[in-house]
């Protein structure tokens, strides 16, 4: 990645600054991981489901794209949701050839591999320039262990082709999730549907994102299936039939980091109205994690407000030192900009598994962090952010490299600084409402 200065492209966002503390309250759209785990459990299920309050971003399109072209029957309802209509799933099945775009879409392209191998469908996967960096050897490998026929070209990585035999004995499996929680939570889901269910151990040198694979297990126990961790690397799910259901989505809590973060750069509060009270998500970890830096946090009521008396534009440094966000990579970027409003250095560890995700997570920030002026250092598994200097910050574009997160995350910094992101269209991987409910957030704080 090349950190130097480049001019700004003509259709580069100018990330709106803040010029006075933000009294800001929002409502965001719908769970991605919570949306396309709810799709796929739907397309297995034994009868119709509905999502009520679904995501609508690229993500989820392609997540249910490529379980239509597995059989799916996907419809829309009018609902009471403000992001979009609600879904109707109803299960099918498919034979023939069949293409599936997965996009960038980590859940795509780990979870829908085994809905294939149970159909009928000969199911050639691919996706963006990007998605073929992504380690998916585990989830090759776990096919063929399986019993799956695979077609690949042998680098690991997309494209490959599954054929589909119509069902899967299952049984006992082992597999190294150390890249990713995903290729878990992949064969949980569809192991209610293996002749002899699943029980599923990993071997490796650590396993992220632990809640994510706690989510997979209450969404499956939310349909009648008997889905249980035997210890924090084994988990066991009994062959069964997955219940059709009418589900909620909540709100997609990762989404709020940055919104929640904005404070700390601007001052002033910021308010995620919907806030579950009991959740699965790992966004659930960030008025801790926000407090932990200095700022104050508090859920009431179903809403969530992170506020600061004073924020780094008013002259306030909020608190360094370590975090670990092995759980919670996601949120990494997020943080990684905080880094820079901090008083002493911010190191985030345990966060290595995120050089796999959209792009290497730890190699975009300290580029973009670098070309605004910060002093950002990495190892294989952590990031250190220095606090920003402003004698030293310059305007900058901020490149998303195709990462929803990164471009979000750059738009935390441009509260404060003069910087704009390449590409925010990025941000529809998970959120298309971005930049209008950012903007909106950020208006609140002009004096
Ligand atoms: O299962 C999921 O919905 C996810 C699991 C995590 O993946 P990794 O374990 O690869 O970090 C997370 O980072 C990703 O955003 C969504
Ligand atoms: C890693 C992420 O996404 P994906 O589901 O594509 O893995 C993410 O959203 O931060």
Avoid at 71 to 88: K, M, T, Y
Avoid at 164 to 169: E, L, M, R, T
Wanted: hydrophobic share 40%; proline share 6%; with cysteine.
């Amino acid at each position: 990645m090349n950190p130097s200065p480049s001019p700004q492209s003509p259709d580069a966002w100018s990330a709106p600054r803040a010029s006075a503390p933000l009294h800001s309250v929002l409502q965001l759209p719908g769970s991605k991981s919570l949306t396309n785990r709810e799709l796929v459990l739907s397309a297995l299920a034994s009868g119709t489901s509905t999502l009520r309050r679904p995501l609508h971003s690229r993500d989820s399109v392609l997540m249910l794209e490529g379980l239509k072209a597995l059989g799916a029957r996907v419809e829309e309802q009018a609902g009471d949701g403000s992001f979009g209509p609600d879904l109707i799933v109803t299960p099918g099945t498919a034979t023939g050839d069949v293409s599936i775009d997965v996009g960038l879409a980590g859940t795509a392209m780990r979870f829908l591999p085994f809905v294939a191998a149970l159909s009928n469908a000969t199911a050639h996967f691919d996706g963006d320039p990007h998605a073929r960096m992504r380690p998916m050897q585990e989830t090759i490998d776990s096919l063929r262990a399986l019993g799956a026929s695979v077609d690949d070209n042998g680098s690991g990585t997309l494209p490959f082709t599954v054929h589909g035999s119509g069902a899967i004995d299952g049984g006992e499996l082992t597999i190294d999730a150390s890249r990713s929680s995903q290729f878990v939570s992949a064969l949980l889901l569809a192991a209610p549907r293996f002749t002899h269910g699943l029980t599923l151990v990993h071997r490796g040198d650590r396993l992220p994102s632990l809640p994510h694979i706690e989510m997979t297990l209450a969404t499956l126990r939310a349909r009648g299936v008997s889905a249980t961790s035997l210890s924090e690397s084994v988990w066991r799910v009994e062959p069964g039939e997955i219940a059709g259901a009418s589900v909620e989505i909540e709100p997609d809590l990762s989404n709020a980091a940055p919104f929640l973060a904005a404070p700390l750069v601007a001052g002033g509060s910021v308010t995620i109205d919907g806030w579950p009270a009991e959740t699965t998500q790992v966004g659930a970890l960030l008025p801790e994690l926000l407090t932990r830096l200095g700022a104050d946090a508090h859920v009431a009521d179903g809403r969530c407000t992170v506020s600061a008396d004073a924020g780094f534009l008013q002259g306030h440094r909020f608190t360094g030192g370590a975090l670990d966000l092995s759980h919670a990579g996601e949120l990494s970027p997020t943080f990684a900009a905080l880094g820079a409003v901090c008083e002493t250095p911010l190191t985030i560890t345990g966060i290595g598994h995120t050089r796999g995700h959209e792009t290497d997570r730890l190699e975009a920030m300290q580029s973009n962090l670098a070309r605004l002026g910060i002093e950002c250092t990495t190892t294989h598994e952590t990031v250190t952010v220095h606090p920003a200097d402003a004698a030293s910050i310059r305007p900058a574009e901020w490149e998303a490299y195709a990462d929803h997160r990164i471009a979000t995350s750059g738009a935390v910094l441009g509260l404060a600084f003069e910087l704009a992101v390449d590409d925010i269209e990025a941000t529809s991987k998970t959120i298309p409402e971005f930049a209008e409910l950012w903007t909106s957030m950020a208006g609140t704080g002009v004096a």
